[in-house]
């Protein structure tokens, strides 16, 4: 019998690829940010008016890009490097970052910002107003600059009462003041969300848009080896570039993943954990690839369905993946997965099935949860159903595929 305590205390003090977990933590801001130089750039230019001649403007900048595309962390290393540039040159500024989601209210985000500037609030209940009234106060009474990053804006905007909103991004234009010191980065997930908006508003928001495209596998690579050489994640050698270049691929927008750099670094996260929970010393590709499985626990079980396909659901299935990755869309037309899928097994020597077997495999590929599907709008001519994939194409599911099809060419080959 394994005594518990031993196991317990063995595993504590047992050996670890790991050597600062805290440079993992999705708070940490890291020293460099691989491609985001450009970003950082342009925030530069937008903001330069804010050092060379503070107060004459309130400058107002959009971030927008998907999830883990690093907009967090650039605004807040970007603001925090103005604040120390501004004070280095005299000019009192101040970088508060809010995340809209967790100051739900727009009098919440006004107490964030109050105690970020400590600035202290009467115990009273004090309106919206009343308390901007007193930043405001503040900021002219102690001659300071204030930079405002409203995270997760789209969240703001979707929850709020209008004239919440207004308030927010108009009322300090309407001021009549002569020195300008409030200024602001909006960042959301996608600009469809402030066009929706009234252009009384949209027009004080939408001044200058920074895009921040999902990260390539190569851009994932450079991320992923900055935490584990320069922020010194991992112990020297722990990982070794195989896994590294494993997970950049499943996550690499090129390859079919979302470009989320959240997800590459808790998947290396958790091989790391995998690697010690085996005692292993180095993170290989296995340690990756189990990380991944259970970050993305569908695609296992996807896995083991498709290993049981016959070949022509397989081809359907290679048919759609092939169809995201030329076309860089969720959903496609039947008609058009059918045209695809006649391609691809033309190409493999196979004669194709016919239309009315064809949608007899969608419909049980769909029973098995392989692929999903919904009927087109009614603007789309006719009305006709959009199939896509369950999962993100990646470079796993495009080998595990290809290794079917082949098994399966091979097997009806050698009994014929
Ligand atoms: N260029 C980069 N260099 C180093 N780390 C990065 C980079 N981009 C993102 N990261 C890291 O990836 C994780 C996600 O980044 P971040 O939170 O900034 O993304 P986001 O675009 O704000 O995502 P969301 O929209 O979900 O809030 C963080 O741990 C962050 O440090």
Redesign the pocket.
Known sequence: MVDIKDLIENTIEGSTVFNNTSA???????A?????ENQIKELTVSFKDLIINPGSTSIRTVIV????????????KFGNELKGIANQKGLKLYYVHVNCHRQRTLYLMLMEIAQNLRLPLPNRGLSSQETFKLIYDYLERKNLHLLLTL??FDYFISTSPIEDIYFLVRIYDELNVSVKRLHYIF?V?ELSTLSGLDKSIKDHIIKNIIE?SP?TSS?LY??LQ??IINEKAFKPNAVSDEAIKFISDIHGADKGGSG???L??ETLELAGKIADTENAPIITVEHAKKANSKINPEMSVITDTIKDLDLHYLLLLKAISSLHKKQGEDFFPMGRVEEEYRTVASLLGEEPRRHTQIFEYIRRLKLMGLILTRHSSKGMRGRTTLISLPIPVSTELEELLDGEIKRRLQKSRLSS
């Open positions: 993992l933590n999705p708070e940490h801001i890291p460099n940010l691989p491609h985001r890009g998907r999830t883990g595309t690093g907009k967090t962390v650039t605004a807040k995270d997760e960042i997930r921040f990260y851009d450079d991320i900055d935490r989320n750099a959240r590459a670094i």
